[in-house]
């Protein structure tokens, strides 16, 4: 079977979308499924490219055990859309703006993050930017079911695995 590359996309890579790839790479190394899956998160705006993720994001992530430091924002960029399997908006808006920036052979890929997570009523990972650290918390929170329904929806056909 073929590695599954996943790309996370929010406005300016610096909260949610540091925080999915984040929380994904560390549920990935825990199931053992590095060689198959890989992450990575972009923005779809420019404004902080090249910045560590939002310090109130690094340490809501920090007291739960993931590591954003090392992480850069960067803009999604049209090799993008070939390179990553899924390419996971965190709300409506990127997705609106990543379908228009997406050749159409390719759209079906484009997806929202929260389609695997387990509250079918939560469309979008909430945007804790102008808002306390709380939710910075609630981030984490639909991160974390979302990744996990991701990863048992991938895990059967990756490497003979079942769910």
């Not at 705006?45 to 007291?63: K, L, N």
């Not at 390419?87 to 929260?114: F, G, I, K, T």
């Not at 509250?119 to 102008?130: G, L």
Request: hydrophobic content about 45%; charged content about 25%; proline content about 6%.
């Amino acid at each position: 079977m073929k590695p599954v590359a996943i790309c996370f996309v929010c406005l300016g890579n610096i909260c949610r979308s540091p925080t999915a790839e984040a929380v994904m790479r560390a549920q990935v190394e825990a199931a053992g499924l590095t060689e198959w899956i890989t992450v990575d998160s972009a923005g779809t705006g420019d404004w902080h490219v090249g910045e560590a993720p939002d310090h109130r994001a690094q340490t809501a992530a920090s007291r739960r055990g993931f590591d954003l430091s090392g992480l850069r924002a960067r803009q999604i960029a049209a090799p993008d859309f070939e390179r990553f399997d899924l390419v996971l908006a965190m709300d409506a808006a990127n997705l609106a703006h990543l379908r228009q920036l997406c050749p159409p052979a390719l759209r079906s890929r484009v997806r929202l993050l929260m389609e695997f997570g387990s509250q079918p009523a939560v469309n979008e990972v909430a945007d804790p930017y102008f808002g306390g650290g709380e939710g910075f918390e609630l981030v984490l929170d639909q991160c974390e079911d979302a990744c996990r329904g991701l990863l048992a929806r991938l895990r059967p056909g990756l490497a003979g695995e079942t769910a």
